[in-house]
T-cell receptor, first 116, second 111 residues
Framework: AQKVTQAQTEISVVEKEDVTLDCVYE???????LFWYKQPPSGELVFLIR??????QNEISGRYSWNFQKSTSSFNFTITASQVVDSAVYFC?????????????FGAGTRLTVKP | DTEVTQTPKHLVMGMTNKKSLKCEQH?????MYWYKQKAKKPPELMFV???????INESVPSRFSPECPNSSLLNLHLHALQPEDSALYLC??????????FGEGSRLTVL
């Protein structure tokens, strides 16, 4: 069984603070894919990043960075110097060997509020 | 701007009505999906079409009927819905590399 846990339900920070969103996953697959999506108030989920289980390199994209650690089954997401526009619900997701995503499981989501 | 377009953005219907939600993508993706999302919950998979054939049906009630007329279009036909079916219905497509591209959703209210 696959499971994604986002223990932080809501986080509130002040603009320019750094914030880390936690994601812990469970899977028995040796090949799997991890994702982060952003859902702003408009409703559309926006794809941010995909990581496969064989690539443990951390990634940085502008103010966003991701820390993938297989040893702790975690795929955490850090926003540096947060901005009001970062306010959204962020979902971590896990997909197994089927690339058609029919087994993609989303975490419960973390609502991030960035105050000016 | 999203490349997955959903219409209508908002829909209010009675329990005896028949309505349809529509989704269109022009990215050449061969897989399309319907998800249901209740407030403050993650999206839940309803249907998956792969190469225009229904490949996954997550035990969704028959009052929801999907249709994929061609590789760019996806419909969700609604009939005799219940108030608990009120939710945001999200369409997505994928190119087989894993990531999903979502539309902005159709917010459905059943009275």
């Amino acid at each position: 069984a696959q499971k994604v846990t986002q223990a932080q339900t809501e986080i509130s920070v002040v603009e320019k603070e750094d914030v880390t969103l936690d994601c812990v996953y469970e899977t028995r697959d040796t090949t799997y894919y991890l994702f982060w999506y952003k859902q702003p108030p408009s409703g559309e989920l926006v794809f941010l990043i995909r990581r496969n289980s064989f690539d443990e390199q951390n990634e940085i994209s502008g103010r966003y960075s991701w820390n993938f650690q297989k040893s702790t089954s975690s795929f955490n997401f850090t926003i540096t110097a947060s901005q009001v526009v970062d306010s959204a619900v962020y979902f971590c997701a896990l997909s197994g060997r089927s690339i058609n995503n029919n087994d993609m499981r989303f975490g419960a989501g973390t609502r991030l509020t960035v105050k000016p | 701007d999203t490349e997955v377009t959903q219409t209508p953005k908002h829909l209010v219907m009675g329990m005896t009505n028949k309505k349809s939600l529509k989704c269109e993508q022009h990215m050449g993706h061969r897989a399309m999906y319907w998800y249901k999302q209740k407030a403050k919950k993650p999206p839940e998979l309803m249907f998956v079409y792969s190469y225009e054939k229904l490949s996954i049906n997550e035990s969704v009630p028959s009052r929801f009927s999907p249709e994929c007329p061609n590789s760019s279009l996806l419909n969700l036909h609604l009939h005799a819905l219940q108030p608990e079916d009120s939710a945001l219905y999200l369409c997505a497509s994928s190119q087989g590399t894993g990531e999903l591209f979502f539309g902005e959703g159709s917010r459905l209210t059943v009275l």
